[in-house]
């Protein structure tokens, strides 16, 4: 069931839209509802580190940029930024287009 629009993942592969649930029915691990519910929190936390990588990613490339002189550089601006790279570095991350969260929730998943 899907909760959140946020939460559906557009596949390249197979051309469908794919919630977090149908991710994890499709996932290797198929245990029971512990193992279920492990493999749900695991593919949260690598979507909060993707979510990480591409805020400080943001905040490095918009500091090569030069400044705004029609609205300075006051601290309710750099705040305003922070919020905003953090809001989009979280939108992107949901979307799974980057494959960091993917990655590391395959690779986290093999442990012994």
Same mark, same amino acid.
């Given at each position: &069931?899907?909760?959140?629009?946020? +939460? ?15 991710? !994890? ?37 918009? +500091? ?5 002189? !029609? ?11 922070? &919020?905003? +790279? ?15 969260? +993917? ?10």
């Amino acid at each position: &069931m899907v909760r959140n629009i946020n +939460d559906i993942n557009f596949t390249a592969s197979t051309g469908k839209a794919e919630s977090l649930e149908q991710r !994890l029915q499709r996932s290797h691990v198929r245990g029971n509802k512990k193992n279920r519910e492990e493999d749900a929190k695991l593919m949260k936390a690598c979507e909060g580190f993707e979510a990480v990588f591409l805020q400080k990613t943001l905040e490095s490339m918009r +500091d090569t940029l030069p400044g705004n002189s !029609l609205f300075g550089n006051s601290h309710a601006m750099q705040i305003y930024k922070s &919020m905003y +790279d953090q809001y989009l570095a979280e939108d992107l991350s949901r979307s799974h287009k980057f494959g960091i969260s +993917d990655f590391l929730y395959r690779e986290l998943q093999k442990k012994p």
